[in-house]
C-alpha cells in the first residue's frame, strides 16, 4: 500500500518559518507531480505549491517569494520551506503526489499537518 507521510508542522510566532515533509512509502514504481495544499478551519482545501518530477515549480500567489518547495526522488520525499510566515498561513497542510504502483497511477493524499501561526 502506498502511503503518504507529513511531518513538520507545528505552532510558530509570525515572521519565523519551519519545514514540512512528505514521505512516500510502499510498492513505488514513479511519482510524477507531488504538491501542497492547505485548509484553513471553515476554508476549502487551496492549492499551496507543486513541483514536477523534473523540478519544474509552481506557486500560489500568497506564498510567491516566502515558499519553497523542493524534492529529492532518490528518497521519494518532497519539502516546503516556509519562511515569513503570517497568521493567515494556519491551516492544516496535505501533502498530494501522482503514483504508479502496483495499481494503475492515482492521486494520493497525506494525513495533514497542522501549523499554527501566532501574531
Known amino acids: 500500500q502506498v502511503q503518504l507521510v507529513e511531518s513538520g508542522g507545528g505552532l510558530v510566532q509570525a515572521g519565523g518559518s519551519l519545514r514540512l515533509s512528505c514521505a512516500a512509502s510502499?510498492?513505488?514504481?514513479?511519482?510524477?507531480?507531488m504538491g501542497w495544499y492547505r485548509q484553513a478551519l471553515g476554508k476549502q482545501r487551496d492549492l499551496v505549491a507543486t513541483?514536477?518530477?523534473?523540478?519544474?515549480?509552481n506557486y500560489a500567489d500568497s506564498v510567491k517569494g516566502r515558499f519553497t518547495i523542493s524534492r529529492d526522488n532518490g528518497k521519494n520525499t518532497m519539502y516546503l520551506q516556509m519562511n515569513s510566515l503570517r497568521p493567515e498561513d494556519t491551516a492544516v497542510y496535505y501533502c498530494?503526489?501522482?503514483?504508479?504502483?502496483?495499481?494503475?497511477?492515482?492521486?494520493?493524499w497525506g494525513q495533514g499537518t497542522q501549523v499554527t501561526v501566532s501574531s
Open positions: 510502499g510498492s513505488i514504481f514513479r511519482i510524477n507531480a
Open positions: 498530494n503526489a501522482d503514483i504508479l504502483s502496483t495499481s494503475p497511477i492515482r492521486a494520493y
Open positions: 513541483i514536477t518530477s523534473g523540478g519544474r515549480t
